[in-house]
């Protein structure tokens, strides 16, 4: 996929590094292990936006995020104070609170398995329902990869009915999430660097 390289991302240069690097590091999980990684990386995305603005914590262990009783332990509560602090936007927040739940069939339901379960299907829907551009900007880089395939194959499929009736789901997912991770990885300088 070309999408990280062609965007003029308004978050600057270090987006593409982040996509590439969120998208390959959930490419290898299984589909569970996507959503509950991608989860984690958002939840703690959120943790250090957060963190970048607020005093210091006087102990190592910061109580608003750990402990019994830290108020900011949870993927809702980071969601929420990003929210409340201008971090993200109203549609950011709505589409984080979705995947949430989302994580939470994977984690708590084991009968869920994969993107194939049709209530996981209807979720990852309503995910990407609620972020239209960044769902449009996948598809319609799906869609030029995939005329020029079919091109090089000499096949003459149409492009938009492959991308819409075959690409798999698992896929779009991939590369949503790495473009929501990139983004938010994006907003705090030197987020996210690989060792």
Known sequence: MTFAK????????????HFDNFKKLIAR???????????SILEESLKGLIIARLLPS?????????????????????????????I?????????????KLRNQFAHDYTVESF????????????????????SALLDDARRHMGSVLQEMGSDLDPTEVVENHW???????LFFA?????????????FRES
């Open 29 to 39: 999980e299984s589909d569970r292990g996507a959503i509950l990684v991608s989860a």
């Open 168 to 174: 798999p789901l698992r896929a779009t997912f991939d």
């Open 88 to 100: 993200i936007t109203e549609d950011t927040k709505r589409m984080l609170n979705v995947f949430r």
């Open 58 to 86: 006087d102990d190592s262990d910061d109580r608003l995020f750990s402990g019994a009783i830290a108020a900011l332990s949870t993927f809702a509560a980071r969601t929420e104070m990003a929210y409340r602090l201008g």
């Open 6 to 17: 062609e965007m003029n991302h308004p978050l600057g240069a270090e987006f593409p590094s």
């Open 116 to 135: 194939g379960d049709q209530s996981v299907r209807d979720r990852v829907a309503n995910v990407f329902s609620q972020q239209p551009d960044i769902y």
């Open 179 to 191: 473009a929501t991770a990139a983004a938010l990885a994006s907003l705090r300088p030197n987020a």
